[in-house]
Structures are given as C-alpha cells and as structure tokens.
C-alpha cells in the first residue's frame, strides 16, 4: 500500500483539470472536519488526513482513525433547499459503494451513515455532515483501508468493523483509491446540484434504494431523549427520511437517529 501522493491528486482533481477548488493532504491532524469548518473555504474544498487524533461520529461519538485509513472532509456550498441538504451524506455513501465495488469488495449501506462490507457485514466506513455557521457543508468521510488492529471497538448496535483489505480488496493504493472516492463524489453531488437537490430527479434516491440494507430489515432506531422506534423499514422519502412502519402498524417518518438491525423475528 502506497501513501498519499498530494501532488498527484491535486493535478488531477483540482481546477482546471477537475471539480474541485483546492486539496490538501496533512500527515495528522484532530479532525479534517473541523479543521475545514474553521477555514471559511471556497465551495469543493477538500482536506485529507493519514490519521486523525479527534475523530469524530454522530452524536459526538469518537471515531477510530488509525494510520492506514482514508480520512477524507469536502466542504459544499450548494445552492439548494436547505432541506435538502441531508442528502449530501447519503450521496457521500454512494459514492463509498461504487469505490468498494471498484476493488472486488461486497458493499451495502445503512442509513444514515454507515457502510457495510462483506457478507457479515461489518462497518467499513462512516460519514459525518455538518453545517457550518455560514451555510455551508462539511462532509466527512472515513473509510478503513488496511487490516484493523484488534482493538478496534466494534460500532453502535454491535456492528463488527472491517476494512478494505479484510475484506479482500483487490487493490489499495490509497492516491487511487482517494481519486476514485473524490470523483465520484464530485460525479454524484453534481448531477443532483444541477437538479436543485431533487433527489429523484438526480437518480440518487433511485441508487441509493438499490443498495440499502437498512430497507426490508427489522431495525430499532434509538433518538434523542431515549426516545426508540422499532419496526421494519420500509422506504426512503424524497428528502432523505427512512419511513418505519412500527410494531403498532404505523408509519414513523424518522429524519435522524442510530439504526439498528435486528434479527428477524
């Protein structure tokens, strides 16, 4: 496995020869989404890290960052709804798929933020999205690239976590693998920024559908306050919310929380 080549990516990736207005790569820093929080950047702006000290997960959970991951932030400046703006972490999952998919690797998604590989599955990678005091989004992404030390803590709800190369990865050079994650990033967030962040429209409500393992499943979903939904998915609204028809035969539209899937009964 090669490390990053920062210069590479940005002759790439970077205007004029690509869709993105600035790339750096640091060797550590706490948290790549923070950090472009605080940088008041232009729209496309992406940080990468080889290791963060302070990442983080929803609700501020920690979140492992060892050396040998990909821990990418891109901050958006759509001109859309900000309604809609939730979508930019489900794209970010399926731009996550299409790289798995790349390298030979089983890939499904749970909503909200998680990325399932193998047949176990376990959880590869996870995406924050924040916004910003001026608007903007910052979506961070951190994907396990090499073998994982054993003393990993597995995921809320149990989940076991993998990566890349423990799931079979054909290849792993992480320049390659940050080049193909960037662009379809870039690909997808495009075509549904051009849509006005229709998310049916764009088609990524259609693909996202397509690989979701959270639908069909019988999932707990735990909100804030203590506050438990428990039912089966059933589908993914135009905005982004998971409808969960619960145990007393009504539809629960739930805009955030932690899935868990549950055995069937």
Do not use: C
Not at 129 to 143: N, R, W, Y
């Amino acid at each position: 496995m090669t490390t990053l080549d920062a210069e590479e990516l940005r002759s790439r990736l970077v205007a004029p020869n690509g869709p993105y207005a600035a790339l750096d790569v640091v060797e550590t820093t706490a948290s790549t989404n923070a950090d472009l929080a605080a940088a008041n950047a232009a729209d496309r702006t992406v940080l990468i890290a080889l290791e963060q000290s302070a990442g983080q997960g929803r609700r501020g959970r920690s979140w492992s960052s060892p050396k040998g991951g990909l821990y990418v932030s891109v901050l958006f400046r759509p001109d859309v709804a900000p309604a809609k703006l939730p979508w930019l972490n489900l794209i970010a999952g399926l731009a996550l798929v299409r790289v798995a998919q790349s390298v030979g690797v089983e890939a499904t998604l749970k909503w909200p933020n998680d990325l399932l590989l193998g047949s176990g599955p376990g959880k590869g990678a996870g995406i924050l999205s924040e916004i910003t005091a001026d608007g903007s989004v910052v979506v961070g992404i951190g994907l396990n690239v090499a073998k994982l030390p054993p003393d990993v803590e597995p995921a809320p709800g149990g989940l076991a976590p993998t990566s890349l190369e423990d799931e079979g990865a054909a290849e792993l050079d992480r320049t390659e693998l940050a080049f193909r994650l960037l662009v379809e990033l870039a690909g997808l967030e495009g075509v549904w920024r051009k849509n006005e962040g229709d998310a049916v429209e764009s088609g990524v409500l259609e693909e996202y559908t397509e690989h979701s393992s959270t639908l069909g499943a019988n999932v707990r979903v735990e909100l804030s306050g203590g506050v438990q939904v428990q039912g089966v998915a059933q589908r993914i609204e135009p905005d982004g919310t998971l409808v969960v028809r619960g145990t007393d035969g009504v539809d629960h539209g739930v805009s955030a929380g932690d899935v868990v899937h549950l055995r069937p009964a």
